[in-house]
């Protein structure tokens, strides 16, 4: 009865290492969707270069430029440095605008 027990026992833990080892032998392979590439991709931008507006820093101030880039329309006495840095990255390149709605809500939120 003894020998029958044991016998059992260590059955049941070999076939539990067998099964562990199994396991942990073969890889497994992440979704390529979850699998970081080695560049961060950018966000994909659209063609906005058609758009009449640009607001952008000019002298170290919130500016909108429309035909002429090299002289604003309209410079805010709000200076870009006092923006978070996300918004002062964003001016620094240049933020072109679609229409005049959206032009002034943009305006308000930075003067805000």
Do not use: C, W
Not at 57 to 62: H, N, V
């Amino acid at each position: 009865m003894r020998n029958a027990i044991l016998l059992t026992l260590i059955g049941v833990v070999l076939v539990s290492i067998i099964t562990i080892a199994a396991a942990h032998s073969s890889p497994v392979e992440a979704p390529p969707e979850l699998v970081a590439s080695s560049e961060p991709q950018p966000p994909a931008r659209k063609d906005t270069s058609g758009y009449p507006y640009l607001l952008r820093a000019y002298d170290g101030k919130l500016a909108v430029f429309t035909d002429d880039l090299v002289e604003p329309d309209l410079v805010f006495d709000v200076y870009v440095q006092s923006l978070p840095e996300y918004d002062q990255k964003e001016l620094e390149r240049g933020v072109r605008v679609e229409d005049y709605q959206k032009l002034t809500a943009l305006i308000e939120d930075y003067i805000s």
